[in-house]
Each structure stands twice: as structure tokens, then as C-alpha cells.
């Protein structure tokens, strides 16, 4: 969120958040909006609120989603899985096959393998070894085949687990959409309901003194892939807000900081509060250009620090990303890639 009016949360949906308790505890402690200002202020104060809180659903989504990727991944490495399997299963049984058919042809069919193609082997072998004309390597033969149609159940059984855990991740990041569009929504009708001088202020306010590049000191990075990670986040600047989106056409504030350090060849989490355990923690005092700087108590805001007080993110929609001073909003953590 940029600094401009910000007020206390004033809380969020359960699904899209973790920290309900804390925000309603700081909304009653800080206050709400004066029961003496004015209606526009009102207004634009819910605005900045509804920014907030769909962002915080914006992670919300953002984790779903990226656990819904990671279990599309699982699905398919035990779908791979099982049909190697199969097909070895499918070799053995060939083969058993072959043997039975050799001892018919040279006077008559094993009875032990006569039960092979029955849909219970298992049932053979706990019979087996009451099976006089069963030789040891018939024997081991078939033991191989359990041992594998067991596998093949158990990868069964997992893939099918996983594809339910998908379908309710699905779900999930469904409902946090709708979550962040509702927000989002609401927030537009109440921006459109200013008379046309307070909506352009309110532009003005979100943009004012931003433009320029600030004065960001002689600061160097940490490392070589903190300062390849400035640059690009530099190179980002102007950029839209899109919530859910990670570049490079545009970004919401995680997005933006997991994009910049893949220019630098690391792989970040997803999700700010992701992002948060990424590194080593340093303290604000101690921050270097490339650190990740994390606010709020739930960690559902993320920006890059730049030198000289100054920190580049993706503020909400509607405010381009840009540069703000480090302590517009709570500072929760400093963490160093």
C-alpha cells in the first residue's frame, strides 16, 4: 500500500487472511475514521481500505495458487509413476505367460500358474507353497509380480489423494478471486462516486513526489545477486499494479520481488509471507539495497530496499511501482537473500 491517508485495518474476510485479530485489535486502538469527517474523506479512507484488504487476499490467492502448481507437478510425476509401473507389470506378466504356455505345449499347464491370470495372485501366493510343481524361480517370479501390483496400488492410492488436495486448492484460489474482484470492485464504485476534483486529488496524493528517482546514497548491495536484483526492479519502475501478476508486463508486491530476483537467477516463494523466511534476517538499521523488506504483522506487504531510506514496490492498483520511504507502513522483518 503507498503512505498516503493510510488508517488502521479494519480487518478481512477469514479465507483470504491469518491475522483477523490482530487488524480488528488495531482498529479499535488506533480508531476508525472521525465521526467529524467529511463524507469525501470517509470515502477515500474506505478506499485505501478495501486496497489493503484485497491485497491481503491477493497473497491469499497468490499461496493457493502456487500450492496448486506444486501439487499439478506431484499429479503428474505419480501419473509417470504409475504407468512405468504398469508397464512393468505388464513385461512380468508376458513373461509368466510364455512359461505357462511352454508347459502346455510340453504336456500340460502348471497349476500355480493357471492362477496367475486370476484377478487375486496374492491368493496364489499364500498358496504357493503348498504347490508342489511351483520351482524356485517361478516362485521368485511372481513374488516380484505382488511386490509391484502392491506399489502400483500405493501410487494409485497417492495419486488419487493428490488430485483431491488439487481439486479443493482449486477451489481455493476460486474463492480468493472472488474475494480480491469484490474488493477491488467496491473500491472503483467508491473512487467513481467523487465528484471529479477530489478523484483527481486522490490520483495526485497516490502519485505526489514519486516521479523522479530519489536520493538513494552511496549504499551497494550484500552480493552480487542482491545488486543484479536492484537493477531489475529498477527496471520495473512505472510498471502497473496487477494483482496475482509476477511480470514482466506488470505486478502485485510479491510478484515484483520474486520477478527481480529471477533476473538475478534465484528462485523466491510466492508469497510475501513466503518471501519473509527467503534469507537471513537483518535489522532495518542494517538494510542494504536487494533486502526484502516485509510489513504488517501477517507479512501481506513486500518492497526491495534501495539505499537512503527509500524502497521500491508495487503499492495497489491503480499506483504504478514506484518508490516510497522504507517506514511508510509497519516494517515487520528485513530479510537478506
Known amino acids: ?3 498516503h491517508r493510510r488508517l488502521a485495518p479494519s480487518g478481512f474476510d477469514r479465507g483470504a487472511s491469518v491475522a483477523v485479530s490482530f487488524l480488528s485489535v488495531a482498529a479499535a486502538a488506533l480508531g476508525a475514521v472521525p465521526a ?6 470517509e470515502t477515500r479512507a474506505e478506499v485505501d481500505r478495501l486496497y489493503e484488504q484485497a491485497e491481503k487476499a491477493t497473497e491469499a490467492y497468490n499461496q493457493a495458487d502456487e500450492r496448486a502448481d506444486e501439487l499439478r507437478d506431484e499429479v503428474r510425476t505419480a501419473q509417470d509413476r504409475i504407468a512405468r509401473q504398469q508397464q512393468r507389470i505388464n513385461s512380468m506378466r508376458e513373461s509368466l505367460g510364455s512359461l505357462a504356455g511352454a508347459q502346455y505345449r510340453s504336456g500340460g499347464i502348471d497349476p500355480s500358474l493357471a492362477l496367475l491370470f486370476s484377478d487375486d495372485p496374492d491368493d496364489y501366493l499364500d498358496q504357493a507353497s503348498r504347490l508342489d510343481r511351483v520351482t524356485a524361480h517361478q ?8 511386490q509391484a501390483m502392491r506399489e502400483l496400488g500405493q501410487d494409485r492410492e497417492e495419486a488419487a489423494g493428490k488430485l483431491r488436495e488439487l481439486e479443493k486448492s482449486r477451489k481455493t484460489v476460486a474463492a480468493h478471486k472472488k474475494t480480491v474482484e469484490r474488493k477491488l470492485a467496491t473500491a472503483r464504485r467508491l473512487l467513481n462516486s467523487l465528484p471529479d476534483t477530489e478523484r483527481d486529488a486522490y490520483g495526485r496524493a497516490s502519485r ?8 538513494l546514497g552511496g549504499a551497494t548491495a550484500a552480493s552480487g545477486r542482491g545488486a543484479a536484483a536492484v537493477a531489475a526492479a529498477r527496471s520495473a519502475l512505472g510498471k502497473p499494479y496487477i494483482w496475482g501478476a509476477n511480470g514482466p508486463s506488470g505486478f502485485d508486491c510479491s510478484g515484483l520481488t520474486q520477478w527481480s530476483y529471477a533476473q538475478a537467477g534465484v528462485s523466491l516463494p510466492r508469497t510475501s509471507q513466503g518471501q ?6 537483518v535489522p532495518l538499521s542494517e538494510a542494504r539495497p536487494g ?14 530496499y534501495m539505499g537512503n531510506g527509500q524502497v521500491i514496490h508495487a503499492p495497489y492498483p491503480g499506483a504504478p511501482v514506484r518508490y516510497d520511504p522504507v517506514g511508510m507502513m509497519p516494517v515487520s522483518s528485513v530479510t537478506r537473500v
Do not use: C, F, I, T
Open 1 to 3: 500500500m503507498g503512505s
Open 36 to 41: 467529524a469527517a467529511a463524507p469525501n474523506d
Open 139 to 146: 516362485a521368485g517370479e511372481l513374488k516380484e509380480l505382488q
Open 208 to 215: 505526489s513526489g514519486r516521479d523522479g528517482m530519489p536520493d
Open 276 to 281: 519473509r523466511y527467503a534469507g537471513r534476517q
Open 291 to 304: 533486502d526484502l523488506v516485509v510489513y504488517r504483522s501477517d507479512a501481506s506487504h513486500v518492497g526491495m
